[in-house]
Nanobody
Framework: QVQLVESGGGLVQPGGSLRLSCAASGSIFSTVAMGWYRQAPGKQRELVARITSGGNTNYADSVKGRFTISRDNTKNTVYLQMNSLKPEDTAVYYC??????????WGQGTQVTVSS
């Protein structure tokens, strides 16, 4: 059974950086696309970055140029490097397997708070 465990969140000042990690159990990791989502209070969950099994990446306009998604298939882990953080980046961040049969599989998320 696949499980997702996010980590690396915290409190950071505007302009700061954080690196999030998502460790996935199971044997499918290297064969699937992965995504990072975020959900701010009172808002819908949104996809901010995705990476295919081959390493191609896409970003939401709101984070383009500031966030970088990467993966290490030897560690079954996907990362989100977040630079130049803004208060509007404050949210709970989740990773997800971008395949229809895993749409409802979520980890506990990791809180990112950007505040001075």
């Amino acid at each position: 059974q696949v499980q997702l465990v996010e980590s690396g969140g915290g409190l950071v000042q505007p302009g700061g950086s954080l690196r999030l990690s998502c460790a996935a159990s199971g044997s499918i990791f290297s064969t699937v696309a992965m995504g990072w989502y975020r959900q701010a209070p009172g808002k819908q969950r949104e996809l901010v970055a995705r990476i295919t099994s081959g390493g191609n990446t896409n970003y939401a306009d709101s984070v383009k140029g500031r966030f970088t998604i990467s993966r290490d298939n030897t560690k079954n882990t996907v990362y989100l490097q977040m630079n130049s953080l803004k208060p509007e980046d404050t949210a709970v961040y989740y990773c997800n397997i971008l395949r229809f049969d895993y749409n409802n599989l979520w980890g506990q998320g990791t809180q990112v708070t950007v505040s001075s």
